[in-house]
């Protein structure tokens, strides 16, 4: 970085929170993608009062600048490979307050997200935005991704738990928006817009986020499914009964053979291989009344929908069974080159998608296919995985013919080629297949409204 800025954000920060070390810039300048990190600096401000005067100083001097959380993004969204200023919240990772009147909790945005688990369950009550990259990832990169994870079947995604935001704008503004209110019709709701904007439009700095009533205790089931009809009408039959799930994942053989090559210490519960599994968690009824669980599986042995069944009966089986689907992530990591699409589609509409789709993907050769997700809320996660030794390039030339055909069936079921990941710099070419022009220009509209020199976190959802 030019001497001149560095100095000045030395003078910001002090001497130990801006460094250009080689090591940093490799850390600070990706997420979990490939890329290449190329950022000038990365700063590690403790406060909004410092991120202000960053800002500030960027928005005089046009440095453009990269926001970056735990870098568990699988869209390349922080990714800093053009010289940019990265400005990590890790150091601002305090939970600030629990209030059990308002249920909600309110902490600083590099707070990792487990932090929060942990802070709400300490009082007594549950923080519900739940997902497998928990222990690294942080609130401000939930909050500017809108992630969704595990349990938003039952308690909806990030956005649906922001009750106040605090943002710092390019030009070093604080907002503080919506003042942790259940109610306020002032206009446009200003807070929407940040979440899930992917560091483009300002950098969350505080939020207060609303907290649930702690699970009773939790009931969870492995179903072996011959088909994803089955799957679907499985989620039919737990709506019907009155089960309120906390969390319909699935997974198929393949991601269960994956993972138990990668983690031998998992007990494969099957003695069938089948080509779906399915996880149905729901909170154990009240005292007195009957368990749910046999009656329902009873009747989804009868109706076809499942083969076999295991339940969870300790807290190790318990582990054992969302072991399967929490790290299929990790082990298709470690197994070859990936690629992956998080697809959502109208959940009625799934199991024709998905007809249609497995046809497509049987024309393609030497890559393996891992599908899982949280089909509950539609949305698939499908990876494509290559041999490591296959160079990158030569992989990705033989997976987008097939992913184009996936995103043309996606766009026909008016699905979303970016259920929870984010667009980012790896789907940007793909979003005129769930968003029209005029939806596009629109966006732009806004981003040259919040930020008109883009400084913030340029290049990331579309080009201007
Ligand atoms: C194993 C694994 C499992 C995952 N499972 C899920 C899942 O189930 N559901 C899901 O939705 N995602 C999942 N993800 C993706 C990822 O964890 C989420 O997108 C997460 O919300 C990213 O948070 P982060 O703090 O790591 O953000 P980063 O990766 O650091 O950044 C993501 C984006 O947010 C911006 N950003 C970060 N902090 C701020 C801030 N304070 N202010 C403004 N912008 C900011 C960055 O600029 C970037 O655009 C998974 C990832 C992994 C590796």
Known sequence: ???????????????????????????????????????????????????????????????????????????????????????????????????????????????????????????????????????????????????????????????????????????????????????????????????????????????????????????????????????????????????????????TQECLDLVLKHQKHRINPFQEKSPIYTLLEFEKQPEGSLDPMEPFLEEAFERGLISDAVIATNSTEFQNLWGFRENISESVAIEGNVRKNDISLPISSLPAFINEMEVVLKKIQGVQMFLFGHIGDGNLHLNYVGDFKQDYTEFRAVTRATEEEVFKLVQKYRGSISAEHGIGVLKKADLHFCLAPEGLELQKRIKRAFDPDNLLNPGKIFDL
């Open 1 to 251: 970085m030019n001497s001149v800025h560095y100095e000045a954000l030395e003078g910001i920060l002090g001497a130990t929170r801006i460094s250009e070390k080689a090591d940093d810039l490799q850390i600070y300048g990706k997420d979990w993608t490939r890329s290449t990190p190329k950022p000038s600096a990365v700063v590690f401000p403790k406060t909004t009062d410092e991120v202000s005067k960053i800002m500030k100083y960027c928005h005089k001097n046009k440095i453009k600048v990269v926001p970056s959380g735990g870098r568990t993004g699988l869209a390349g969204a922080a990714n800093a490979s053009h010289e940019e200023l990265v400005i990590s919240l890790e150091k601002m990772d305090r939970i600030i307050n629990i209030d059990p009147i308002n249920m909600s909790i309110r902490a600083e945005a590099g707070a990792i997200t487990e932090s929060l688990h942990k802070a709400a369950k300490d009082q007594g009550l549950f923080y519900p935005v739940d997902l497998a990259a928990k222990g690294s990832c942080q609130l401000g990169g939930n909050i500017a991704t809108n992630a969704g994870g595990l349990k938003l079947i039952r308690y909806g995604g990030t956005r649906e738990q922001v009750l106040g935001l605090e943002v710092v704008l390019a030009d070093g503004t604080v907002l503080d928006l919506n003042y942790d209110l259940r109610k306020n019709n002032i206009g446009y709701d200003l807070k929407h817009l940040f979440i899930g904007s992917e560091g483009t439009l300002g950098i969350v700095t505080q939020a207060t986020m609303k907290l649930a009533t702690l699970p009773k205790e939790l009931r969870l089931t492995c179903m072996a499914c011959p088909d994803f009809e089955s799957v679907t009408k499985l989620l039919g039959l737990v709506n019907l009964r009155g089960i309120h799930p906390t969390a319909f994942e699935f997974f």
